[in-house]
């Protein structure tokens, strides 16, 4: 069981850039796939970044690629998003998700462990 944490949320202008962290308990940290999510209100949850368990394969939604980074540190037991030229529309609940495989998923229903969520809100 691996628990997870979300922070680094907060309320930025349009153009700014945020850094979320997640967190996560327990000693088999570099055996899971890590993602991240986000929830508008409204809107249905969508995937934004996935990354392999080395840190070395990611995966990103079109509408966030180019300008958002996944990484890890699993000596940390900690997955990072780093969020730069940040638009209102990526307004959200941002969502750590956690999955025990060796394949970068991008289903939010794949997953099995889930953080609380950390808020994000751009300001045109």
């Known amino acids: 069981q691996v628990q997870l944490v979300e922070s680094g949320g907060g309320l930025v202008q349009a153009g700014g850039s945020l850094r979320l962290s997640c967190a996560a308990s327990g000693r088999t940290f570099g055996n899971y796939v890590m993602g991240w999510f986000r929830q508008a209100p409204g809107k249905e949850r969508e995937f934004v970044a996935a990354?392999?368990?080395?840190?070395?394969?990611?995966r990103y939604a079109d509408s966030v690629k180019g300008r958002f980074t996944i990484s890890r540190e699993n000596a940390k037991n900690t997955v990072y998003l780093q969020m730069n030229r940040l638009k209102p529309e990526d307004t959200a609940v941002y969502y750590c998700?956690?999955?025990?495989?060796?394949?970068?998923?991008?289903?939010?229903?794949?997953?099995?462990?889930w953080g609380q969520g950390t808020q994000v809100t751009v300001s045109s």
């Open positions: 998700a956690a999955k025990y495989t060796m394949v970068v998923l991008a289903t939010a229903s794949q997953y099995d462990h």
């Open positions: 990354i392999n368990r080395s840190g070395a394969g990611t």
